[in-house]
């Protein structure tokens, strides 16, 4: 696999740290609107802008979850970056916290914004119409540890969180009292929350995503949800379609089909490394994700894909039955040194390297980039199923954090570099999610 070269479109907005202040640059006036975001006072020590959020005048918002400097006693602050008629980006609010922010979630029509911290707590703040003030409301003490993701539900009057003291909890926004707490065996990573049926989908640091019922005072288990290799870093929770869609640090990606109960899952592997953030796309049927080394890929959901199988365990080859090296009957009987067990890819058969030396893409199983086949799948592979089902693209910068204004098909992304880009994603996605009009 190969990543194109750039063809998103840079509106060529950037946010520098400075050894005083941070300033934010602009060349383009194509966004009318106002960048939130939280980060830490002390850019020299920092190595990513903690929040950004683009809230257009217009009704439509942006959201892109923060990161922290790992050094916990550097105070934050929360900042809101007005773009005016020239074009530029310019400081209107200013608010400085008493501990580092790690997470946030805003609410456009209320304009009303929650900032987890690593010392645990939540503040709610509120923001004036012309972005000009906020105002702050009241603090939630949701953790014992820093806060990794935060969800407000206004249906519900409910502020749910993650943190890494193992444990979901939702706290009523009306009386700020505790409401209820679930505890894992992990820290809890990331969070995605459906309002019609008050499912929490909460994915830890071991690897699974655990599906709670949330009611007023309790929460009840419904599933566990176990497929990926790595920590749960990003989720992203479809209600049209009701699919679940989860990127870990195994660089996999899994679709989860919750509404279809019959446990379908797809692997899409096209990423060299950590999967960050995602976004599904439903007027398109497509999948945006972003690695921590810059790759973004946009991958096309609305084709027929088979899902990968699952390995079969045996004690020898399925293909030549020459024993693995465990095998030790086997090689005592036969007199032959045991060989080293391989999966093939297509059928899931255990099989030597001898039976499996050929290599290729097979994109309708999600595999962007040539894997494992024994002989006999390769050779049943046609061209045409070779033929790439995403597109990949460079963000030439490591990417922490993204998030999409799917309105206007904008993309913003923040990496370690210490710089927020936004792009125009409409070339990449074929079409106008404004106007609903698709090219294909």
């Known amino acids: ?66 990161v922290t400097s ?48 690593d010392n645990g707590a939540i503040m709610e703040f509120h923001i004036s ?31 749910i969180s993650t943190g890494h003291d193992k444990c979901v909890s939702w706290m009523c926004t009306r009386s700020g009292n505790m409401l209820g707490k679930h505890f894992f065996t992990s820290w809890a990573s990331c969070l995605q929350f459906d309002l019609d049926t008050q499912h929490a989908f909460v994915g830890d640091y071991s690897g699974q995503i655990t599906l709670l019922k949330l009611e007023q005072n309790t929460c009840s288990i419904i599933t566990t949800l176990k497929g990926h290799e790595g920590s749960i870093a990003s989720l992203w929770w479809d209600p049209i379609q009701r699919l679940l869609f989860s990127g870990a640090s195994d660089n996999s990606i899994i679709m989860w089909d919750i509404g279809g109960r019959k446990g379908r899952m797809l692997l899409l592997q096209g990423h060299h490394d950590r999967v960050q953030s995602l976004c599904y796309l439903s007027l398109t049927r497509q999948l945006v994700s972003c690695s921590s080394d810059g790759g973004i890929a946009v991958w ?29 009957k086997q090689m005592w009987d036969t007199k032959t040194l045991g060989l080293r067990q391989h999966h093939c890819r297509k059928c899931g058969q255990a099989v030597c390297g001898k039976c499996s030396t050929r290599r290729s893409t097979y994109p309708v199983m999600g595999f962007e980039f040539q894997v494992r086949m024994c002989d006999s799948c390769y050779d049943s592979v046609k061209d045409e199923d070779r033929t790439s089902l995403a597109t990949f693209h460079e963000g030439k910068h490591n990417i922490s954090h993204m998030s999409m204004d799917v309105a206007r098909g904008l993309m913003v992304t923040c990496g370690t570099d210490r710089v927020v880009k936004i792009w125009d994603m409409t070339p990449v996605v074929g079409c106008s999610l404004a106007t609903g009009f698709s090219s294909r």
């Open 1 to 66: 696999m190969h990543r194109d070269s750039p063809t998103l479109s840079a509106l060529e907005a950037w946010v520098h740290w400075h050894e005083k202040s941070l300033h934010l640059e602009t060349s383009s006036a194509a966004l009318d609107g106002c960048v939130v975001f939280c980060a830490p006072t002390r850019p020299k020590h920092s190595t990513v802008p903690c929040c950004i959020a683009i809230s257009a005048v217009e009704p439509s918002f942006w959201f892109l979850p923060p």
């Open 70 to 117: 790992k050094q916990s006693s550097y105070a934050g602050t929360i900042r809101v970056w007005l773009k005016r008629d020239s074009g530029q980006y310019w400081p209107s609010i200013y608010h400085t916290m008493a501990s580092p922010c790690s997470s946030m979630a805003y609410h456009h029509d209320s304009r009303r914004i929650f900032v987890g911290q």
């Open 129 to 159: 119409e012309d972005f000009n003030k906020m105002n702050f409301v009241k603090t939630y003490p949701a953790h014992q540890s820093r806060v990794s993701a935060v969800v407000f539900c206004l249906g519900a009057e409910w502020v």
């Open 300 to 328: 096309n959901m609305d084709v027929r894909r088979e899902e990968a199988p699952q390995w079969l365990e045996s004690d020898s080859c399925q293909k030549c039955e020459q024993p693995f090296f465990w095998n030790i």
